[in-house]
């Protein structure tokens, strides 16, 4: 017997120009909701604020049942429950997690898979052990390439039944800061964020951020799994793709004033006012925001508070002296590195890493108007 896979086969696509968002992107976004914007406030995403993208369903774990394997060709596999795991070393990070796709759905043609416009993204203190022990202890031979992190979810992706695995070069895999984690922000991980345990690797893009980790293999081939090869830049299908890893720089406003309901344009009385928002990157320490309230003619430089922890988000404000009128403003984050944002950005197929500056409309009224905004 062959099974019709109609509808659960279809090759990664690119909407035509013209086309609307779908109802199954829309089912898609209604999963995996983002960041309110005006969360960009607190210094850690309240858990229920953080953005989130699960590709399949969120399992339910039974935490007495719960062991992780760690095995493929280290010298010894372990097996480890829940108290194993938490009364190894300790410790906390600030991590800012952004999904590779965000900004995708700004990309024109338009690649069809989860709409994001720019609120993928949020910061938590991460809490758990460090995986470098562990895998010392596991014993990694000579030879060892990648290592492989499973999920207890399980999918069909075009046509492809598996469960969610991503893996990190050995070398990745060993920097101190990436964690196995089982709290975030002080509390035990919620379901949608991977509880009971998941790998937390900061600075690279959601994708790697492994949640419901189940299986730890180390392996001497180089690891080529599905979600390996959908995390590519390509600009053809067949095209071999660059890998995505770190996050690009980006900034964001906390919207100012207040919103219009329906085209969350924002509404603000004229007199000096603090924006204010986050910036981050993977790649290095952000170093600069400019603002600008005339999309992008000219910019300002903002005041950029250090950021609490390396891997997470720092705050930044600057005063406008707002006077009654449209605008549109941006803000732009540039890092050590070099890397900033473009005000174009290059399209790829998958709409990944798109850190094109995000413009926010902006009508200025004056002290005493009520805002007409017009009724459809
Ligand atoms: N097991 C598993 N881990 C996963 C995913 C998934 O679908 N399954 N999604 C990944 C992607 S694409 C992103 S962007 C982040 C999102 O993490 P969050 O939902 O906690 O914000 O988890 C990553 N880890
Ligand atoms: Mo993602």
């Known amino acids: 017997m062959t099974t019709d896979l109609t509808g659960v086969s279809a090759p990664s696509r690119v909407a035509d120009l013209d086309e609307g968002i779908s109802v199954e992107e829309l089912q898609l976004a209604a999963r995996n909701h983002g960041l309110p914007l005006e969360a960009l406030?607190?210094?850690?995403?309240?858990?229920?604020?953080?953005?989130?993208?699960?590709?399949?369903?969120?399992?339910?774990?039974?935490?007495?049942?719960?062991?992780?394997?760690?095995d493929g060709v280290v010298d010894g596999p372990l097996s480890l429950d829940l108290d194993a795991i938490r009364s190894r070393p300790r410790r906390s990070t600030v991590v800012t997690l952004e999904c590779a796709g965000n900004g995708r759905a700004r990309l024109r043609p338009r690649p069809v898979s989860q709409p994001w416009l720019v609120e993928a993204v949020g910061t938590s203190r991460w809490t758990g052990t460090p995986l470098s022990p562990l895998l010392r202890e596991a014993g990694l031979p000579d030879d060892a390439v990648d290592v492989v992190f499973t999920g207890a979810d399980h999918g069909i992706e075009r046509g492809v039944e598996q469960d969610y695995q991503r893996s990190l070069p050995v070398r990745e895999a060993m920097r101190e800061e990436v964690l196995l984690a089982y709290e975030m922000n002080g509390a035990p991980i919620p379901p949608?964020?991977?509880?009971?345990?998941?790998?937390?690797?900061?600075?690279?893009?959601?994708?790697?951020?492994?949640?419901w980790l189940t299986r730890i293999d180390v392996v001497a081939d180089p690891f080529?799994?599905?979600?390996?090869?959908a995390y590519c830049l390509r600009q053809q299908p067949e095209d071999p793709g660059t890998p995505l890893t770190r996050i690009e720089p980006r900034a964001l406003l906390v919207p100012p004033g207040f919103p219009d309901f329906?085209?969350?344009?924002?509404?603000?009385?004229?007199?000096?006012?603090?924006?204010e928002g986050r910036a981050w990157s993977g790649w290095a320490p952000v170093d600069a925001v400019d603002v600008s309230v005339d999309q992008g003619q000219t910019w300002s430089s903002a005041t950029l508070e250090p950021a609490p922890d390396r891997w997470g988000w720092a705050r930044w404000s600057w005063t406008w002296e707002a006077t009654v009128g449209n605008y549109t403003m941006s803000a732009r984050a540039s890092d050590a590195s070099g890397r900033s944002q473009p005000v174009d950005a290059p399209w790829n197929r998958g709409g990944f890493a798109n850190n094109l500056v995000q413009r926010v409309a902006v009508t200025v009224i004056s002290l005493s108007d009520l805002a007409g905004i017009e009724e459809p």
Do not use: N
């Open 41 to 70: 406030r607190f210094d850690l995403t309240p858990p229920g604020l953080h953005y989130l993208l699960t590709h399949y369903d969120i399992p339910a774990v039974d935490p007495d049942a719960f062991r992780l394997v760690m």
């Open 192 to 211: 949608q964020h991977g509880y009971p345990l998941r790998l937390v690797v900061p600075g690279w893009y959601g994708m790697a951020q492994v949640k």
């Open 224 to 229: 080529d799994g599905f979600q390996m090869r």
């Open 262 to 275: 329906m085209s969350r344009t924002r509404v603000l009385r004229a007199g000096p006012t603090i924006v």
